[in-house]
């Protein structure tokens, strides 16, 4: 059998939307079309892409594999026609964005908006693995990560280095005080981010450094219900400096000598970094780096 782009199209819109009627309905063709793609693929090749029980569909491993090159060709088919509908001149096309938190991503996307506001621009937000997940599975172009990357498909660009702050609520009796040592952590019951989260990373790195050892009061999922826990006096809590909103009930207190740090990068894939709207977002972004 000739494979054909028609087929993979059809074959991808399945596999990601998660059902026939759902791609058919993407591709604005009739869903007998799209089956009888698949099952012509599946035929001519001897192999089986979808696990089928009812209406529920699941993909295969050969199917999972198969997802991977075919999410890569309809991404460099998109850039082929950002390239093609605006001559080289980013007219056109959709920035897909993801990151660590809205703030260092927000200004780099206002930079690079500035200077290209015909891009149509997505984001979408969670912890630094999260993240990192979304640009190797192409669900985004570009990646803003706090942590450093040891993937050999991803470049990353440094981008800003920032002190982790320990931060209380009024009624600690650290509340107000100048600084802490890393060893006087040790003991006081911390509310934590989820495994992944790049502030809780660095946190542990740098007390397991100092032999020291964190009493977990409470995992959250989320930054607001770590801030609200601590609010409510469950526990203390970490965040990067940067991102301590002031409140009348809490108070960041900096750990002498600066010992946690998290250390923020603009990630992309390796073989896309050289486009030119992953370069032009690379050189707005990086003219918003903080002095």
């Not at 309809?74 to 897909?96: D, F, N, P, S």
């Not at 982790?164 to 600084?179: E, I, K, L, M, Q």
């Amino acid at each position: 059998m000739s494979i054909s782009f028609t087929h993979l199209r059809s074959f991808h819109a399945v596999a990601t939307t998660g059902g026939f009627t759902r791609a058919a309905r993407m591709l604005n063709i009739g869903q007998p079309t799209v089956t009888t793609q698949i099952k012509e693929l599946e035929a001519g090749y001897g192999v089986e892409l979808f696990l089928r029980q009812g209406r529920q569909i699941a993909l295969t491993e050969a199917g999972q594999a198969l997802t991977e090159l075919t999410g890569r060709i309809m991404q460099l088919r998109e850039e082929a026609h950002e390239l093609l509908a605006g001559h080289g001149a980013l007219q056109v096309g959709h920035l897909k964005v993801a990151a660590v938190g809205p703030f260092h991503a927000t200004a780099m996307i206002a930079a690079f908006r500035q200077r290209n506001p015909g891009i149509e621009i997505s984001i979408a937000f969670g912890n630094s693995e999260q993240t990192l997940a979304r640009l190797t599975g192409l669900e985004a172009d570009v990646a803003v990560l706090a942590r450093q990357v040891d993937d050999p498909r991803v470049h990353a660009q440094p981008y800003s280095t920032h002190p982790v702050v320990v931060f209380v609520n009024a009624d600690h009796p650290w509340f107000g005080r100048a600084s802490v040592t890393l060893a006087e952590l040790e003991g006081q019951p911390f509310i934590l981010r989820e495994q992944g989260s790049s502030t809780r990373l660095a946190f542990e790195h740098a007390m397991a450094a100092a032999g020291l050892t964190i009493r977990q009061e409470l995992e959250i999922g989320s930054r607001e219900g770590v801030w609200k826990a601590v609010e409510l006096g469950m526990g203390i809590s970490v965040v990067a400096d940067f991102e301590f909103v002031p409140h009348p009930r809490l108070s960041p207190i900096p750990i002498e000598g600066g010992a946690v740090r998290t250390e923020y990068r603009i990630a992309t894939l390796r073989d896309r970094a050289r486009t030119p709207k992953l370069r032009a977002f690379l050189d707005a972004a990086m003219k918003t780096r903080p002095d």
